[in-house]
T-cell receptor, first 111, second 113 residues
Framework: DVKVTQSSRYLVKRTGEKVFLECVQDMDHENMFWYRQDPGLGLRLIYFSYDVKMKEKGDIPEGYSVSREKKERFSLILESASTNQTSMYLC??????????FGSGTRLTVV | GENVEQHPSTLSVQEGDSAVIKCTYSDSASNYFPWYKQELGKGPQLIIDIRSNVGEKKDQRIAVTLNKTAKHFSLHITETQPEDSAVYFCAASTQGGSEKLVFGKGTKLTVNP
């Protein structure tokens, strides 16, 4: 079974803090994604990466950046956390001919 | 870009009844349509998918149908059980599923015992 692991299930951070959300996959495939999930808005794509050191903006990249130094790890960075970034964050990985595998999610609260 | 609309946003059925969730997409180049189930406190899990060269696919109590002309696809769950209660998401991709997916906003299904 393929696995995508997000390091934290719950996080509480203060406004203005720099926040790192970590995601690791064991699929040895290139493609990884970060989504945020909000009630009534579904899943919205923040950033994605198709290879090491490669990143592309999704639909809502403002206020976020990412890092992909190794194939298995894709980090989401909130440069200066704000209350409107309180959300559920989902990481996913995928490869050839099969759909996404999601992590369990990180529920981030910014106070 | 692609836009996926999903209806209804909430659905309540009695145990044993069928449930149908519908999605429409805008990009005629889309060729991969997965459905995900998200249980409380968990990430979404793929339950079934269909590619554009197929009109229907079944897996036990779950089926998906695709109408490429009308650009819509549907999830059908028969003989619903309380454990089917969850949020369901449809999605579409123009790149075969290994790359970017566009999701619908989700349907909260409640199966009443």
């Amino acid at each position: 079974d393929v696995k995508v692991t997000q390091s934290s299930r719950y996080l509480v951070k203060r406004t203005g803090e720099k926040v790192f959300l970590e995601c690791v996959q064991d699929m040895d495939h290139e493609n990884m994604f970060w989504y945020r999930q909000d009630p009534g808005l579904g899943l919205r794509l923040i950033y994605f990466s198709y290879d090491v050191k490669m990143k592309e903006k999704g639909d809502i990249p403002e206020g976020y950046s990412v890092s992909r130094e190794k194939k298995e790890r894709f980090s989401l960075i909130l440069e200066s956390a704000s209350t409107n970034q309180t959300s559920m964050y989902l990481c996913a990985g995928t490869g050839d001919n099969y759909g996404y595998t999601f992590g369990s999610g990180t529920r981030l609260t910014v106070v | 870009g692609e836009n996926v609309e999903q209806h209804p946003s909430t659905l309540s059925v009695q145990e044993g009844d069928s449930a149908v969730i519908k999605c429409t997409y805008s990009d005629s180049a889309s060729n991969y349509f997965p459905w995900y189930k998200q249980e409380l406190g968990k990430g979404p899990q793929l339950i079934i998918d269909i590619r554009s060269n197929v009109g229907e696919k079944k897996d036990q109590r779950i089926a998906v149908t695709l109408n490429k002309t009308a650009k819509h696809f549907s999830l059908h769950i028969t003989e619903t059980q309380p454990e089917d209660s969850a949020v369901y998401f449809c999605a579409a991709s123009t790149q075969g599923g290994s790359e970017k997916l566009v999701f619908g906003k989700g349907t909260k299904l409640t199966v009443n015992p």
